[in-house]
């Protein structure tokens, strides 16, 4: 005969044991409810953990962001060289840079710059493409607004033009070397 | 309510050309007027005061930004509610869908009449005060299952049918327990029962054997089960029934059942205070006071006394209100099964066996033994309230927890 799993086995809970069960349950509830009044009470004497973000923060917000933080992308326009790279890269078609000849000043000149921050998803591709450092990123990143079209940041303004940088053009290697030696030794003496 | 309207009347000349009758109706008019104002500005702060001391249990900090340290969010709520479309299912009983909101405001309201403030005013001190008490919360029944069935919703009906099966089955507890008191005391008139009491501790009724102390649990909980507080909210638990019995109300109609819920709350508190904790009962407190500003007319000393008594019985109400508050953040809700399994099993036997002991005790044992005994009932007492802070005071240094006493940052 096979045995049977001790588990099975059918026994009568004895009548004392459940009248038991009975007063230990409230004494259960009893305790329980008292212990987690306590608690609940100490928390009431806690400190809350809430940070009153915009503004009842110690410092604003803005300050404490470290300092590669990726909020709104920003151009200095003054040493963009109209490359167009940044627009290139962008896997999203946020950047759109017109530039083209103008006929009174005889050479390239930037009309339209604009960033539309709200397509943007911060990858950064296009600051790493920047030769100049004329696109980056700022700390801003307080973003709602009542009109998405106000996230399209306009860096030339409608009209203007600008003329693109020129980057110095670079010396031969060798006469750069010999001019940041000469520099060393002038810093040495 | 009666005397202090004479006495008013003998003091003002006005009133004295007027027929009795008519003062009496303008008099009885203006109270009804600010009970209808007391109870709406309670809704509101207790709201607010339910939000801002959730806030701090959850370690968060609660509504803050409207009016000084958030006071007037309710105010604001309120206004955006009542600024709703007033929706009527299309499927709705439309009738009983309107009416419901009434039966309940009225059950509430209903109780306040014999609910007392002190000595004096009360609107009607009914000689079965107690049993009209009881009478009058059961309306708030029909009007819940009312709009639930009127709303044409399977979660309202739902929550219709449980609050329903909730409050009739903790009826028995409550009543049994009321039982209790009323034979101790020996009267079925509110005020009678609180005279019945005194101002010390150890005349309360909650301290007067560990019978009435055992007492005053199936009471309350029977209480909270019958206001669908916490942790008894099953008629409108959220995470199971949407919102209950009143998930089809919007604008005012909803404003209605938010005001029943926060009245109801005092009602818990005030019940309780008058059964178990004394009511107004000042003891020497207004003659102190009056002794304190040099009060000479009869007018005014009586308008203090009933003041200083108000206030203590806003203070005992209060804090049970804020037990109330405090549970409901502290426990989760129970099960429909240990709804039923609570009431029937556990706090109905309860009652009967005090009620039985306490009949026994009363025929049985001397007076001065019972005097004994609440004085060692109230130490007790004294020494469990110790033993509370003593526990939060461990809590606190065992989470080694940041403290901020003030309440209101
Ligand atoms: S950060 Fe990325 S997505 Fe945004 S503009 Fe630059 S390349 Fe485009
Ligand atoms: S911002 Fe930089 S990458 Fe973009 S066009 Fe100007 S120079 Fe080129």
């Not at chain 1, 060289?81 to 890269?89: D, E, G, I, S």
């Not at chain 2, 407190?285 to 000479?296: Q, S, W």
């Amino acid at each position: 005969m096979r045995e049977r799993h001790p588990r099975s086995v059918n026994f009568e809970i004895p009548r004392y044991i459940l009248f038991m069960t009975y007063f230990s349950n409230i004494k259960t509830a009893v305790s329980t409810v008292f212990e987690g009044m306590t608690i609940t009470f100490s928390h009431l004497l806690r400190e809350p953990m809430t940070i009153q973000y915009p503004d009842r923060t110690p410092l604003p917000v803005k300050d404490t962001l470290p300092p590669r933080y990726r909020g709104f992308l920003c151009v200095r326009p003054e040493i963009c060289t109209a490359c167009t790279l940044c627009q290139k890269t962008c896997p999203i078609d946020c950047i759109v840079i017109e530039h083209s000849k103008d006929e009174e000043l005889k050479q390239r000149v930037m009309t339209r710059f604009d960033i539309d921050m709200a397509k943007c998803m911060f990858c950064g591709l296009c600051t790493e493409q920047c030769s100049t450092g004329a696109i980056y990123f700022t700390n801003e990143f307080e973003a709602s607004t009542s009109n998405i079209k106000d996230l399209v940041f306009k860096f030339i303004k409608q009209g203007e033009k600008v003329i693109p940088y020129k980057i110095p053009r670079k010396k031969k290697p060798a006469a750069a070397a010999a001019e940041t030696q000469a520099a060393a030794k002038e810093k040495k003496e | 309510m009666q005397p202090f309207i004479d006495q008013i009347i003998s003091e003002c000349e006005i009133l004295q050309g007027l027929p009795l009758w008519f003062s009496y109706l303008i008099f009885q008019l203006i109270f009804c007027g600010i009970i209808f104002v007391f109870v709406a500005v309670f809704a509101m702060l207790a709201g607010y005061a339910e939000r801002r001391v959730a806030g701090r249990i959850q370690s968060r900090i609660g509504p803050n930004r409207v009016g000084p340290q958030g006071i007037l969010q309710s105010l604001a709520d309120g206004i955006k509610v009542f600024l709703k479309e007033d929706i009527i299912p299309t499927h709705a009983d439309h009738i009983l869908f309107r009416l419901a909101p009434y039966f309940i405001f009225i059950g509430m309201f209903l109780s306040f009449v014999a609910i007392p403030f002190s000595s004096q005013w009360v609107i009607a001190d009914l000689d079965i005060g107690i049993f009209y008490l009881l009478a009058v919360e059961s309306l708030v029944v029909i009007g819940i299952v009312m709009s639930g069935w009127a709303s044409n919703n399977k979660w309202s009906l739902l929550g219709g049918m449980r609050s329903a099966a909730q409050i009739v089955s903790y009826e028995v507890p409550v009543a049994l327990t009321i039982l209790l008191v009323v034979m101790y005391s020996g009267t079925m008139s509110i005020q009678g029962i609180i005279m019945a009491q005194g101002a010390a501790p150890w005349n309360w009724n909650i301290f007067q054997t560990p019978f009435l102390f055992v007492a005053f649990f199936p009471l309350f909980m029977g209480s909270l089960a019958e206001g669908n507080r916490m942790p008894f909210d099953m008629p409108e638990a959220e995470s199971e029934l949407v919102s209950g019995y009143n998930t089809e109300y919007s604008g005012f109609r909803f404003v209605i059942f938010f005001f029943a819920e926060f009245s109801n709350l005092y009602l818990i508190g005030a019940l309780a205070t008058v059964l178990f904790f004394g009511g107004w009962q000042a003891g020497p407190l207004p003659d102190f006071v009056n002794g304190l500003l040099g009060i000479e007319t009869p007018l005014s000393a009586a308008i203090v006394k009933n003041l200083v008594e108000l206030c203590v019985f806003m203070f005992k109400s209060l804090c049970l209100v804020f037990i109330v508050i405090q549970l409901r953040w502290t426990l989760p809700r129970v099960r429909v099964d240990q709804l039923m399994n609570i009431c029937w099993k556990y706090l109905v036997p309860v009652a009967f066996f005090n009620l039985v002991v306490m009949g026994i005790w009363m025929v049985v044992v001397p007076e001065y033994v019972t005097d004994i005994v609440a004085l060692c009932m109230t130490a007790c007492g004294v020494l469990l309230l110790g033993y509370f802070f003593y526990r939060v005071a461990w809590q606190l240094k065992n989470t080694k927890a940041r403290l901020r006493f003030n309440p209101l940052s």
